[in-house]
Structure formats: structure tokens, C-alpha cells
């Protein structure tokens, strides 16, 4: 009977301490990932932060809060937003951020992911609403320069570093879609005329320029009256052309006493008159 007795004391103890161990245990010892921290609190006053790795704590004196220092990421939701030329759009970012300091991201601030998605959310307003559209469209890396850089400055006493911060989408109104899709169209004309323009100045350069080495060298204009007849009879053409001498033009000068054009390359008379 005693032996009864003692049995079932020593089993009661075992499950005591058990029981005990394993309430205690868990209170007692953490382990920390390598990306995570433990900001602890003894009696709800700042104790130190520790970790990763194996932590001791004082089973229900000591209190953690867990910090992943990885870097964040945060949706800022679409929004509407007027630009700075009265233009209404809507406008969503994505914000990358990590904790630097786990004590003060536990400390100065409650939910410091909520705030700095808030604050992600104010800032992206308020730049967007202080640039115009075209700089919206085309500057959209200094836009978000100014952005992050106005979050980092704001989270750094929080211990937060905001990486970097991408506005994802811009959309537009319809009517502005085509008010742009006209005035792209129109500029695009305009350069294309500019560049025929800019073709037709440089073929009269050079015409003018071989129009200047024809009358230095009258024989190339004979070479270039017979290259144009060697054209002409290639072709499948359904009219006939007769060639005439250049020389016959100054013959009927001659008889009809007409001033005639100069002719390109010709020599003028010794006296230097006129015929």
C-alpha cells in the first residue's frame, strides 16, 4: 500500500513538473531568425534589444516584440490626384522600406508599417499635385526621387530607411488620351515638314553647287545632256526626241537678235559685248 502511495506522489510531481516546464519553457528561451530582432521590455520599461539566435527571458517579467529588418514592401492604393495644370489623375505607388533600428521602429511609433503606408499615401498627393503632366509622364524618376526622399526624411526617427519608392501607374482621362494622341500627331507633322524642308534647302546647295562647276568646265553640261538622252531611250517611252547641238541655240541667236539667257559654261566675246 505504501509503495501504492509513493508511486502516485512521484507521479504528481513528474506531472507538476512537467506541466511546469512546459508553460516555463517557452516563456524562458526565444530563437531569433537572422533577419529578425527582440526588442525586450522587463516590467514594461526599455530592457535592450538581442538577437537572432537563442534569447533567455524572465518568464513573465520580460516582454518582446519581434522586428523583421528585411526590406518592406508597401502598396500605396490608387488615388486621384489633380496636377499642377488642373489635371485629374489617378496614381498608385509602391514603397520599399526596411527598419534600421528596431528600438526606436517599437518605441516612437505604433504600427510603424500602418505609418509609413499612410505617410507613403500624403506624399505621393502632394508631390504629384505640385508637378504637371508632362513632368509627371516624362520626369517619372525625379518624381519619385522627390518622394522618397521626402518619406526617408520623415521615417528616419523612427529607425526606418525608405530604399526607394516607384510610381507604378498613371491614368489618364479619355479626353485627355486624345487631346495628347492629337498634339503628338501634330508634332510630328510639324518635324516632318521641317525635315522636307530642310531636304529641298540642301538638294538647291547642291544643285547650285553643280550648277557652278558646269560653268567652270562647259564640256560636263554636254556629258550631262548626253547621260539624260542615254535615260530617256532606256525607258519604255511612247514619244521620240531628236538631239540638237548646243552650238545651234548661238546660230539662232545670231539670226533672230534676241537676247537669249547666258548659256551655262559659254565664253563670252574678247570685247566682252553682248551679241
Known amino acids: ?45 526599455y530592457k535592450g534589444t538581442k538577437g537572432p539566435g537563442l534569447i533567455f527571458l524572465i518568464p513573465f517579467i520580460d516582454k518582446i516584440e519581434r522586428v523583421d529588418l528585411r526590406v518592406l514592401t508597401i502598396n500605396v492604393d490608387k488615388q486621384e490626384v489633380i496636377t499642377k495644370d488642373n489635371v485629374t ?54 518624381v519619385n526621387r522627390n518622394i522618397q526622399e521626402i518619406i526617408d526624411r520623415q521615417t528616419d526617427p523612427w529607425g526606418i530607411k525608405v530604399v526607394s519608392v516607384e510610381v507604378r501607374d498613371v491614368v489618364l482621362p479619355e479626353n485627355m488620351k486624345r487631346a495628347m494622341a492629337r498634339q503628338a500627331e501634330t508634332e510630328r507633322e510639324r518635324r516632318a515638314k521641317v ?30 545632256f548626253l547621260q539624260a538622252m542615254t535615260d530617256i531611250s532606256e525607258e519604255n517611252a511612247t514619244f521620240a526626241f531628236i538631239p540638237l547641238p548646243m552650238e545651234m541655240l548661238e546660230v539662232f541667236k545670231n539670226m533672230s537678235g534676241v537676247q537669249l539667257p547666258p548659256q551655262v559654261g559659254g565664253n563670252e566675246d574678247e570685247s566682252g559685248e553682248e551679241s
Open 1 to 45: 500500500m505504501e509503495n501504492g502511495d509513493e508511486f502516485i506522489n512521484s507521479l504528481t510531481w513528474i506531472i507538476t513538473i512537467a506541466v511546469l516546464a512546459a508553460i516555463l519553457l517557452p516563456q524562458m528561451f526565444k530563437i531569433l531568425r537572422e533577419y529578425e530582432r527582440a526588442v525586450i521590455f522587463r516590467l514594461g520599461k
Open 89 to 142: 489623375v489617378n496614381v498608385d505607388a509602391i514603397t520599399f522600406f526596411r527598419v534600421i533600428d528596431a528600438e526606436d521602429a517599437v518605441i516612437q511609433v505604433e504600427q510603424y508599417i500602418h505609418a509609413t503606408s499612410m505617410l507613403a499615401q500624403t506624399t505621393l498627393r502632394s508631390i504629384v499635385g505640385q508637378v504637371e503632366l508632362d513632368e509627371l509622364l516624362a520626369e517619372r524618376e525625379k
Open 195 to 224: 525635315i522636307n524642308a530642310e531636304g529641298e534647302f540642301q538638294a538647291a546647295e547642291r544643285l547650285v553647287e553643280a550648277a557652278t562647276m558646269m560653268k567652270e568646265a562647259p564640256m560636263a553640261l554636254q556629258l550631262r
